[in-house]
């Protein structure tokens, strides 16, 4: 595995075109190889813009869309086409704007009274239906796997301190008492985060400093734990850079 590499652009503006721009000529170069590329979506502001840039863009005609299998890594347990859910979120920025193949979304179950509990043990089954005999924790091997960093370290729906942090036996796990509203979500586990070809933190904003800074030293923070298979990226704008050097 290899150290981590770190970008830093301008600003939030610039970061969102710079990771869009890398996440098409990501999936050109997995599909030019004939596999259907397999992504797991963030949620948060910046990957919102990441995703608008992406719809934006016109090299996204270079991606073959109807061979991508959109993930998540984490969702706020909120009822269907809640404005805050991260599947929303994509899917006005995104997923609504391409032709993906309905199949292929794979959206963490939304609340509809089964609890978060049956929605995560639901999306572990999905993932390991979607595993292939040379995948390993239960999960496909992932192309890209992006994730946020709140200004606490958290990553996904993993949160300093809470227990989901040790829980290593299953790819999705019910998440309670989320410092960040909404309190109930649902996450991958670190296990299956660690299942991806490049994972790809993305962070804007001086309040992430702290965090991307102390991540990166290997501070006992959830953001220091996932890597890439073959490659971490650290894509930052100047303000989330600040407090690295
Ligand atoms: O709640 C969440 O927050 C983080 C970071 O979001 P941001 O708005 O501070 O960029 C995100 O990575 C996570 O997926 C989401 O559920």
């Given at each position: 595995m290899t150290a981590p590499s770190i970008l830093i652009n301008r600003d939030a503006e610039g970061l969102a075109h710079a990771v869009a721009a890398r996440f098409i000529t990501r999936l050109v170069d997995v599909q030019s190889t004939g596999k259907v590329a397999q992504v797991v979506l963030t949620g948060g502001r910046v990957a919102a813009a990441v995703y608008r840039a992406v719809a934006e863009?016109?090299?996204?005609?270079?991606?073959?869309?109807?061979?991508v299998e959109f993930w998540w890594g984490?969702?706020?347990?909120?009822?269907?086409?809640?404005?805050?859910r991260n599947e929303t979120q994509a899917r006005d920025a995104l997923l609504s704007h391409v032709d993906v193949a309905p199949a292929r979304v794979h959206p963490m179950a939304a609340d509809?009274?089964?609890g978060p509990e049956t929605a995560a043990a639901a999306y572990a089954e999905e993932l390991a239906a979607a595993a292939?005999?040379?995948?390993?924790?239960?999960?496909p091997t992932f192309d890209v796997l992006m994730l946020g960093v709140g200004?606490?370290?958290?990553?996904?729906?993993?949160?300093?301190?809470?227990?989901?942090?040790?829980?290593?036996?299953?790819?999705a796990v019910a998440v309670h008492?989320?410092?960040?509203?909404?309190?109930t979500r649902v996450s991958l586990t670190f296990p299956a985060l660690g299942r991806s070809e490049e994972v790809w933190f993305v962070v804007s904003g001086d309040d992430k400093a702290k965090a991307v800074s102390l991540a990166l030293t290997g501070a006992?923070?959830?953001?220091?734990t996932p890597k890439g298979l073959t490659r971490t990226l650290w894509l930052l704008d100047e303000a989330a850079a600040t407090e690295i050097f």
């Open positions: 863009s016109p090299a996204r005609s270079a991606i073959d869309w109807q061979r984490d969702e706020r347990f909120l009822p269907d086409g809640d404005p805050e509809s009274g089964q292939g005999p040379d995948d390993s924790d239960g999960v200004p606490d370290g958290h990553v996904a729906s993993l949160f300093p301190e809470h227990p989901e942090l040790g829980v290593l036996d299953r790819a008492d989320s410092p960040k509203p909404p309190p006992d923070l959830p953001a220091a």
